[in-house]
Nanobody
Framework: VQLVESGGGLVQPGGSLRLSCAASGLAFSSYHMGWFRQAPGKEREFVAGISKSGRDTTYADSVKGRSTISRDNAKNTLYLQMNSLKPEDTAVYYC????????????????WGQGTQVTVSS
């Protein structure tokens, strides 16, 4: 199983980024997917999750209204559109796959990508 994130980078406060996660080696449409992030010195935290079909989504309060998670099951790809970025959004962003459901506890997710760095700074 491989989950490969891309789309991170340096962006100014108020800017936008679109993260992608390309999945291979798993039946993508059978897995719930999620985005997590980890800032230096902090624990990994849930950002957003999406059901297998894409019908149901859930967000952390910290990104709700500024971010949109989506998926394209035909392309085996997960996305996270982030707008109005803040310095506190700076972190390594990870995508993850879980066959059981969208849960906020990172330890319950089965597969992880290597992460992509997002830095919000002027």
């Amino acid at each position: 199983v491989q989950l490969v994130e891309s789309g991170g980078g340096l962006v100014q406060p108020g800017g936008s980024l679109r993260l992608s996660c390309a999945a291979s080696g798993l039946a993508f449409s059978s897995y719930h997917m999620g985005w997590f992030r980890q800032a230096p010195g902090k624990e990994r935290e849930f950002v957003a999750g999406i059901s297998k079909s894409g019908r149901d989504t859930t967000y952390a309060d910290s990104v709700k209204g500024r971010s949109t998670i989506s998926r394209d099951n035909a392309k085996n790809t997960l996305y996270l559109q982030m707008n109005s970025l803040k310095p506190e959004d700076t972190a390594v962003y990870y995508c993850a796959a879980n066959i059981g459901g969208v849960v906020r506890e990172p330890r319950l997710w089965h597969y992880w990508g290597q992460g992509t760095q997002v830095t919000v700074s002027s």
